[in-house]
């Protein structure tokens, strides 16, 4: 089997066989493909599409590519979510343990950020003593114990995804979707989940900026999914403005811990409850969406899954107190109010724009190398469709630095207010399997 072959095969719209995929990933994972060989197959794709039958070959040969986590031992369907991202993503500090206060278990393996904040597994570094290097054998024991842990991706983990996506990102081939398909689905699979929530966002904080791309992203990886044996499901949901309020680390803690006390932002707890809803149908828990849906505000209203954030912080090494007392989080030096040049509506919130904002502050990374400072962040006191009077506050900022010109300036050029507005729909679409 030659490598040209199947490039010019694929480069004339023709279906590659689940033979010459495995030759193609294993050779490149290795290094017995070079770089030249493989940026012309990744543009062939990108170009000619791929079939869902060479998709799903695509993923797993991906998947097997390193070590597959072995979740045999935690009893019950394992239910795992993931999100491709947005500004102010606090979901999964929600989420997971409401859904852990249930029985799921959630066995959940999460990466860093780069871009406007940190990943999930930034933020909760952000509660001191937190940690998520756990061992695998340690991972199943507080999902068997608690019904929650979070850990982050180890390097033998799809190693072929990360040699692809570093040439992908030099090569744009990184907006293909048999391509994001495969790579965030691979890590999924090798992840060990049985069922798999999707939350793909769309609008301007989103990878996916329109909706026809992002509702066929997700039809994608849910049949992927079903292909290779996981209960698969997604959700379309909005991301033309920040998810909640805040946009930060520690301050995103803060609004996980007040959304878990039910006093949260409106879409935050409606995106959680729509995503919590089907994993604990998935996971067999509740016979349709509307009885989870039940179940979980039950928890939010009664505190069960308060009480399973505050040991699921305890169990990861983590200070509980901060669940009562959020002055223990870190601080920022200065907090200055944002106020509005203008009376009107709030009609637009550039959602990514707000999101560099948050990182020129240091809450985010433009380099992996970068250090976040899990202290600063932007506040937002107004959504879209809210009323906004003249010198009344925007946004606060939590800074470091005293001098923020040039992040008020990024949040200004990415509000606008006018005189009339029109409401966001939060979910677009819910996509079963």
Known sequence: MRMVDIISKKRDGAELT????????DGYTNGGIPDYQASALT???????MSDREIADLTLA????GKILDLSAIDGI?????STGGVGDTTTLVLAPLVASLGVPVAKMS????????????KLESIKGFHTELSKEEF???VNKDKIAVMGQT????????????????TATVDSIPLIASSIMSKKIASGADAIVLDVTTGAGAFMKNEKDAVRLAETMVRIGNHVGRRMMAVI????????????????????IDTLKGKGPEDLTELVLALGSQMVVLANRAPSAAEARKMLENALSNGTGLEKFKSFVANQGGDPSIVDHPENLPQARYKIDLPARSTGFVSEMVADQIGLAAMLLGAGRATKNDTIDFAVGILLKKKVGDQVVQGEPLATIYSNREDIEDVKEKIYQNITISDHCQAIKLIHKIITE
Do not use: C, W
Request: charged share 25%; glycine share 10%.
């Open 18 to 25: 689940a033979e010459e995929i495995k030759f193609f990933v």
């Open 43 to 49: 543009m062939a794709i990108y170009f000619q599409d």
């Open 62 to 65: 991906m998947a097997h590519s």
């Open 78 to 82: 394992k239910v795992d979510k993931h």
């Open 111 to 122: 990466g860093r950020g780069l871009g406007h904040t940190g990943g999930t597994i930034d």
């Open 140 to 142: 199943v024991h507080l």
């Open 155 to 170: 390097a033998d983990l799809t190693p072929a995804d990360k040699k692809l996506y570093a040439l992908r990102d030099v």
């Open 237 to 256: 949901s909005d991301m033309s403005q920040p998810l909640g309020f805040a946009i930060g680390n520690a301050i995103e803690v803060k609004e996980a």
